[in-house]
């Protein structure tokens, strides 16, 4: 009968709890006949203006609100393991096509909780519900070091992120060691009193400028890949949204009293990936320039040209990048489009594109693993997901736990032009 089914939605509800950064958000939980989910939406800092709205109002009560009387009511008696029926209904129940009614973190927050919540009720794993038999790759770990931009309110780099990729990891337990070593290894090797503490995402907050940044992080990383073995690649985040002004027509390095007009960000993007080998490319301009991107990626096809602000997580700009040319990898935030159906559909897009699908974290996060359940169960061969900080390790944590738990059957990630 109908109602002995475990995975029917018994109870939602909602609460106001803090992420990582101290700011107030949503946590959903979702009760079913036999077990139990929940989950808190995690924040950006460096939003994309193209995103879903994260609150009605901008108020985390109201999302609340939301939830008690607009939500809960309409999940009562649904099946949790159909998750396009529960997202589909939270489409209903906003009725705006960026859930400005009820806000994307109050949709993310009831999304994920309720698979949660069916995993829970069919007493497998998180990554095994959503991605069935195929679900047992393991991706890379690309984790940033150095840090700037708006998760750096304290200085640091004008660029959001410096970053490592390992290259060649027999698995990813060794993969996230070698990360780790670098991370600990560049206050150890950068000169006396260049380095002021950790930033939003756990990334060392230092007085050098990119470049400088750059030549540390190399050095770096050879003592690391001559010590373990593991190859170690380096890339930016350059979240160029965030240097662009529209109205001067230039991106603008207040740190290092640089103001430079597409051409010249043009050029100096091109110096830093020649320079330092780069291998991994994000945001490297602003959200509406796709030409840049496209020229770029004409240019250095064999490195990872990745969108984050461009794509939002959408799967129509993802189309349209694709069409242009103008990456070949693409951010993956759920809480950018609001479901993990809308999500799983930016994934495809992406792959039937030939892009890379690159699960990753906001800056402002939860200690919840959900984001590494997804990165395995949908096949994205990479998920950016920081180094350390207690909600940054969760994430790697719990990759290592299933790592364990698929024994034999795991695998590495392997990508294209990065592998090796």
Known sequence: MIAE????????????VFDSRGSETIEVEVLTEAGYGSFAAPSGASVGKREVVAYPNGNVDEALKAVRDLIAPELLGVDSSDQFEVDSILKIVDGTNNFSKIGGSTAIATSIASAKAASSSLNIPLYRHLGGISAYTLPLPLGNVIGGGKHSKSGGLDIQEILVIPLNPKSFYEAAKANTLVHKNIPRHAPPNTIYG????GAWVTVFGVE????????VCKIV?????????????????SLWSEEEKKYIYRREGMKLSRDEHYNFIRRLIH???LIYIEDPFHEDDFESFAQLMDEFSDRLICGDDLYVTNAERIKHGARLRASNSVIIKPNQIG???DTLIAIETAKRCGLTPIVSHRSGENTDPAIAHIAVAFNCPIIKTGVVG???????????????????????????????
Not at 6 to 15: F, G, Q
Not at 198 to 201: A, G, I, L, S
Not at 212 to 219: S, Y
Request: aromatic residues 2%; charged residues 35%; proline residues 1%.
């Open 225 to 241: 890949s001559d010590e373990i073995g593991v190859k170690l690649g380096l890339g930016i985040d350059v979240a160029a949204s």
């Open 339 to 341: 479901t993990l159906t």
């Open 5 to 16: 089914m475990p995975t029917l939605i018994k109870d939602v509800s909602a609460r106001k």
């Open 275 to 277: 320079e330092f080998d």
């Open 390 to 420: 207690g909600e940054r390790v969760s994430k790697i944590n719990e990759l290592i736990r299933i790592e364990e738990e698929l024994g034999e059957k795991a695998r590495i990630a392997y990508v294209e032009g990065v592998s090796s």
């Open 198 to 201: 950790r930033n939003d995402e």
């Open 212 to 219: 400088e940044a750059l030549k540390l992080v190399k050095r």
